[in-house]
């Protein structure tokens, strides 16, 4: 049985978030990355069929924090993609260039976009799911 949300749109608590609307989850030695349901609709206003292009690194690829892994894009717009951690991209989610529509029915699990092994145990500093919510509650404003 799958979860049910709440009627707001709850982020989940396990993973961390950033200003720039990624997401990074703990999985044992690495990281899953993946863009947040907030992003994805500024992307493409609930219509999953506005996703035209997912641009993603080659496993082996080193990244610093911040930098640039990809870029998405819509009918609407482009956004870079930019990395929470630093670290070695150990895999990439080859569904989603092919399926863009599974980050939008679901960027919680199976729309992960890279794997990466941090170069760090410590995550950096990055926004709980309720900081975040915060976050995008006063940028409404």
Request: aromatic fraction near 8%.
């Amino acid at each position: 049985m799958s979860q049910k949300s709440s009627a707001r749109s709850a982020r989940p608590d396990d993973r961390r978030y950033t200003e720039s609307h990624e997401w990074v989850k703990p999985d044992g030695d690495t990281v899953l990355v993946g863009i947040t349901d907030f992003a994805i609709n500024e992307l493409c206003n609930g219509n999953e069929g506005d996703l035209v292009y997912c641009d993603l690194p080659e496993a082996g690829r080193a990244l610093d924090q911040g930098e640039t892994f990809g870029e998405i894009e819509s009918v609407k717009a482009v956004s870079d993609l930019y990395a929470p951690v630093a670290g070695e991209v150990v895999e990439t989610n080859a569904a989603i260039e092919d399926h863009l529509e599974i980050l939008s029915k679901d960027p919680w699990n199976q729309g992960w976009l890279v794997r990466i092994r941090p170069n760090s145990k410590d995550l950096p500093k990055l926004m709980d799911a309720a900081s975040y919510e915060q976050f995008l509650a006063e940028k409404k404003h």
